[in-house]
């Protein structure tokens, strides 16, 4: 059967063609030269390749998947100067590769995955200038990987999965200074990475997971400026994490998953002012998270799950102004801050624990104005409901003598001018539900600091004005910040 030829690609599916293919090309294909593309798969028996590979000339694209016999490459593959892509996929008895592998000048991409017996490269891969993409996973006998690795000047992305066998990580990949990528998965015995791994000042993203003997991470780490996502998974024998994780000024992304002896999370990890999404995944030691949390000010997702020594949040977690999803699925979580709801912008609240009961869901919830779901012990509320019950909860204090910072004394005049106009008005509970939402951010954006008298005339002065003239409820908050300077201006003058 002759082979199918289809745009300078050729794809040999068997032993018979593979060695039709290279003993008898012209009976195949009329000029071969052209060849652009070589697929060999299934070569179940074939242990060797003909030398004469070397004379495809333009070849760009080299893969052999599945030739389970093959004990290694010719040495003429070598000689294939156009080759950009090289992906060798479950070879399994290939025991090294070419020594002249790095005269591959146009080399871009090298795949290597499921060579079993693959035992090391040869040093000569340093000398693949132009490869931006090395990915090596399952090769499970690969002990080492070359010194020259940090010649590549201009890889950008390096993957390492599943070589169980490799112990360290050469010193020269501090010299990569181009990488932007960087994951490395299951390898069980690296205990310690390089000390000068900040140097690759251009990674945006790092990737860590399954290393179970991974114990700590270089200090160096937070010089990496540039870094945006941080991934750490099932790496149960890290215990801290760098204490100057702060730097990473730029850091968007920061996921943890697994890490069950890491006790807590440093403190300077609330200077990082760019993240965005912080997730916290089965970290079943952490007791608490840093104070000041709430200085993370654009957290839009915080999710915290089954971290089951977490009893309590911190109050600065009320600070998150711009938190749009919450997740609390810890089941020892005993109390929520009273002033969770001045997280004003959540849209998406899903809460799980054992030890709260919704009574204990604190009522300043209502004013998160742009909630849309809320899903509490895996029971998905009405909001319009919920809203009603925290309205209701507010409206039944007659005195409320609580420390808690939701509770301070204007807060105190809000609730009894609130119930006042409610008995002597006759407002329908939406729009009293309204009014406490509205007067409740308005103390949110108040700025400067003014005395109890001024806070309750500045009260009455938005109040009545609420109350006597329609207004937006859907953009109320916006209405507040465009007219509050004049009228807290006005009322500062009360001190002087």
Request: aromatic share 10%; with cysteine.
């Given at each position: 059967m002759a082979l199918v030829v289809n745009n300078n690609a050729v794809n040999i599916k068997d032993d018979n063609e593979l060695e039709t293919f290279f003993n008898k090309p012209h009976i195949q294909i009329s000029n071969i030269s052209n060849i652009s593309t070589l697929?060999?798969?299934?070569?179940?028996?074939s242990k060797t390749i003909s030398e004469n590979i070397g004379n495809l000339n333009n070849l760009t694209l080299l893969e052999l998947y599945n030739c389970n016999s093959l004990t290694c490459l010719p040495d003429s593959i070598c000689n294939l100067n156009n080759l950009t892509l090289l992906d060798l996929y479950n070879c399994n008895y290939i025991i090294f590769l070419p020594e002249l592998l790095g005269n591959l000048n146009n080399l871009t991409h090298l795949d290597?995955?499921?060579?079993?017996?693959?035992?090391?490269?040869?040093?000569?891969?340093?000398?693949?200038?132009n490869l931006t993409n090395f990915s090596i996973s399952n090769c499970s006998s690969?002990?080492?990987?070359?010194?020259?690795?940090?010649?590549?000047?201009?890889?950008?992305?390096?993957?390492?999965?599943n070589c169980n066998y490799l112990t360290f990580l050469p010193a020269s990949i501090c010299n990569l200074n181009n990488l932007t990528n960087f994951s490395i998965y299951k390898c069980h015995y690296i205990a310690l990475f390089p000390e000068l791994l900040g140097n690759l000042s251009n990674l945006t993203t790092f990737s860590i997971s399954n290393c179970n003997s991974l114990i700590r991470l270089p200090e160096s780490i937070c010089n990496l400026n540039n870094l945006t996502k941080l991934e750490i998974s099932n790496c149960n024998y890290l215990k801290f994490l760098p204490e100057n994780i702060g730097n990473l000024n730029n850091l968007i992304n920061l996921s943890i998953y697994n890490c069950n002896y890491l006790e807590f999370l440093p403190d300077s990890i609330c200077n990082l002012k760019n993240l965005i999404n912080l997730s916290i995944y089965n970290c079943r030691t952490i007791e608490f998270l840093p104070e000041n949390i709430g200085n993370i000010i654009n957290l839009s997702k915080l999710k915290l799950n089954y971290c089951c020594s977490l009893r309590v949040l911190p109050d600065s977690i009320c600070n998150l102004k711009n938190l749009l999803t919450l997740k609390i699925i810890c089941s020892n979580v005993k109390v929520?801050?009273?002033?969770?709801?001045?997280?004003?912008?959540?849209e998406h609240v899903v809460i799980y624990s054992y030890k709260l009961s919704l009574d204990n869901i604190p009522p300043s919830m209502i004013l998160c104005v742009k909630l849309k779901t809320f899903d509490f012990n895996n029971i998905e509320y009405n909001i319009d409901s919920i809203r009603n019950d925290w309205r209701k909860k507010i409206i039944s204090y007659d005195e409320i003598d609580n420390p808690n910072p939701f509770y301070t004394k204007p807060i105190i005049e809000i609730i009894k001018f609130c119930k006042w106009t409610y008995e002597t008005h006759y407002l329908h509970p939406i729009h009293i539900q309204n009014t406490i939402t509205t007067l409740l951010l308005i103390m949110q954006h108040i700025n400067k600091p003014i005395n109890f008298y001024t806070h309750t005339l500045l009260i009455e002065d938005i109040f009545t004005n609420i109350i006597y003239h329609d207004y937006d409820f859907i953009n109320i908050k916006k209405s507040i910040l465009y007219n509050l300077e004049n009228i807290e201006n006005k009322y500062v003058l009360c001190k002087i």
């Amino acid at each position: 059967m002759a082979l199918v030829v289809n745009n300078n690609a050729v794809n040999i599916k068997d032993d018979n063609e593979l060695e039709t293919f290279f003993n008898k090309p012209h009976i195949q294909i009329s000029n071969i030269s052209n060849i652009s593309t070589l697929l060999i798969k299934d070569c179940i028996v074939s242990k060797t390749i003909s030398e004469n590979i070397g004379n495809l000339n333009n070849l760009t694209l080299l893969e052999l998947y599945n030739c389970n016999s093959l004990t290694c490459l010719p040495d003429s593959i070598c000689n294939l100067n156009n080759l950009t892509l090289l992906d060798l996929y479950n070879c399994n008895y290939i025991i090294f590769l070419p020594e002249l592998l790095g005269n591959l000048n146009n080399l871009t991409h090298l795949d290597i995955t499921k060579c079993s017996s693959l035992r090391f490269l040869p040093e000569s891969l340093g000398n693949l200038k132009n490869l931006t993409n090395f990915s090596i996973s399952n090769c499970s006998s690969l002990t080492f990987l070359p010194e020259s690795l940090g010649n590549l000047k201009n890889l950008t992305n390096f993957s390492i999965d599943n070589c169980n066998y490799l112990t360290f990580l050469p010193a020269s990949i501090c010299n990569l200074n181009n990488l932007t990528n960087f994951s490395i998965y299951k390898c069980h015995y690296i205990a310690l990475f390089p000390e000068l791994l900040g140097n690759l000042s251009n990674l945006t993203t790092f990737s860590i997971s399954n290393c179970n003997s991974l114990i700590r991470l270089p200090e160096s780490i937070c010089n990496l400026n540039n870094l945006t996502k941080l991934e750490i998974s099932n790496c149960n024998y890290l215990k801290f994490l760098p204490e100057n994780i702060g730097n990473l000024n730029n850091l968007i992304n920061l996921s943890i998953y697994n890490c069950n002896y890491l006790e807590f999370l440093p403190d300077s990890i609330c200077n990082l002012k760019n993240l965005i999404n912080l997730s916290i995944y089965n970290c079943r030691t952490i007791e608490f998270l840093p104070e000041n949390i709430g200085n993370i000010i654009n957290l839009s997702k915080l999710k915290l799950n089954y971290c089951c020594s977490l009893r309590v949040l911190p109050d600065s977690i009320c600070n998150l102004k711009n938190l749009l999803t919450l997740k609390i699925i810890c089941s020892n979580v005993k109390v929520l801050p009273e002033s969770i709801g001045f997280c004003s912008n959540i849209e998406h609240v899903v809460i799980y624990s054992y030890k709260l009961s919704l009574d204990n869901i604190p009522p300043s919830m209502i004013l998160c104005v742009k909630l849309k779901t809320f899903d509490f012990n895996n029971i998905e509320y009405n909001i319009d409901s919920i809203r009603n019950d925290w309205r209701k909860k507010i409206i039944s204090y007659d005195e409320i003598d609580n420390p808690n910072p939701f509770y301070t004394k204007p807060i105190i005049e809000i609730i009894k001018f609130c119930k006042w106009t409610y008995e002597t008005h006759y407002l329908h509970p939406i729009h009293i539900q309204n009014t406490i939402t509205t007067l409740l951010l308005i103390m949110q954006h108040i700025n400067k600091p003014i005395n109890f008298y001024t806070h309750t005339l500045l009260i009455e002065d938005i109040f009545t004005n609420i109350i006597y003239h329609d207004y937006d409820f859907i953009n109320i908050k916006k209405s507040i910040l465009y007219n509050l300077e004049n009228i807290e201006n006005k009322y500062v003058l009360c001190k002087i």
